[in-house]
């Protein structure tokens, strides 16, 4: 994979801008192979403007699925992934609005359903960060913010794409390898994410009997604008893992294809660990 041995330092507010980045992320491999997984699915991708978000939708619009892309502001990297998904040859809506606010969760849910004629695929994506070396630092309201944008957006989502899905859908939330061994300067979103963990293994039970299947992923650090909009500095980003590199979006999505087709059809409440080869439980 083209990865730096170092990145160049380089700085953004949330939510970063993918055309800001140097050097850019890898979207999709030029030799990933679409095999039509997803062929005649609607996916709705939280987050799906840039960074893993935008990669998942790329790698499903590949897989034949149509795709709505929620995402807060970041018009040109959603209007990016809209081409992107365009020259897949499928169709994409992209929806700029506030996901910390339940009712833009629900018209979001209503749009793409009305719009692309109904939702079998929801991937809860969106996040944010707010590093600070000092854990009483975090202030109630940066803990309100990491909290609704992180966990209760997905719990919003997902109560009303639950009106549309059916038999053999699935649910697909990104979590951190944060949740499962902790940061010192991440502590209310290292939360977020364990909540993130026990929200899909206890959804799962609710509706494993309908055959809606609800898995994760945990990445470890992938370069998207999340990081140089959040971080200091960027340099030896990814450079502790064992395989001593960041890891690029192409390298996460083709897990959210598993997870959302029929391969993964024995498989929920579990959680893929995308991480440059860190051991973790669960
Ligand atoms: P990203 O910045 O590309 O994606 C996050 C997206 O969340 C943004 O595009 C933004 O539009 C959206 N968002 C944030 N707040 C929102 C709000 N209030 N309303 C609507 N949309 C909102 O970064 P990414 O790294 O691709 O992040 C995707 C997911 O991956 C997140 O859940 C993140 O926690 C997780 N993750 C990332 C890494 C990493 O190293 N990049 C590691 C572990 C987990
Ligand atoms: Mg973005």
């Known amino acids: 994979m083209a990865n730096p041995k170092k990145f160049p330092e380089q700085s953004q507010s949330q939510p970063g801008d ?25 996916a709705l991708i939280t987050g799906g403007d840039s960074g893993i978000g935008r990669s998942v939708a790329v790698h499903f619009a590949r897989e034949g699925a149509d795709v709505t ?30 996901l910390k606010k339940e009712k833009f969760c629900r018209s979001a849910v209503q749009q793409c359903v009305d719009k692309l004629g109904g939702l079998n695929i929801v991937v809860n994506n969106a996040a944010m960060q707010f590093p600070q070396d000092k ?5 109630s309201e940066q803990l309100e913010i990491t909290f609704q944008t992180n966990i209760y ?4 989502i997902t109560k009303y794409a639950l009106e549309h899905l059916k038999e ?8 951190s390898i944060t949740a499962y061994r902790g940061q010192e300067v991440l502590v209310d979103y290292s939360s977020t ?8 293994r206890a959804l799962s039970k609710v509706l494993a009997k309908q055959n809606i299947r609800v898995n994760g992923v945990a990445p470890g650090p992938i370069w998207t604008p999340l990081i140089p909009s959040s971080f200091d500095e960027v340099s030896k980003f ?33 959680f893929i660990h995308i991480n440059g080869g860190e051991i973790i439980g669960g």
């Open 18 to 42: 993918q055309h800001q980045m140097r050097p850019q992320p890898t979207v999709i491999r030029e030799n990933y192979m679409g095999s039509g997984k997803l062929k005649g699915k609607v």
């Open 69 to 98: 892309i929620v995402y807060l502001n970041e018009d040109k990297d959603a209007q990016d992934t809209q081409a992107m998904i365009g020259e897949e040859g499928r169709k994409c809506i992209i929806l700029s609005g506030d």
């Open 135 to 139: 854990f009483t630092d975090i202030s």
């Open 153 to 156: 957006s997905y719990f919003h």
């Open 168 to 175: 053999n859908d699935t649910v697909i939330n990104t979590s």
């Open 193 to 200: 994410k364990g909540a993130i963990v026990g929200f899909t």
């Open 238 to 270: 990814g450079q502790h893992t064992p395989m001593g590199r960041a890891g690029q979006p192409s390298e996460v999505a083709p897990a959210y294809v598993f997870l959302a087709s029929e391969d993964s059809s024995y498989m929920t409440g579990q």
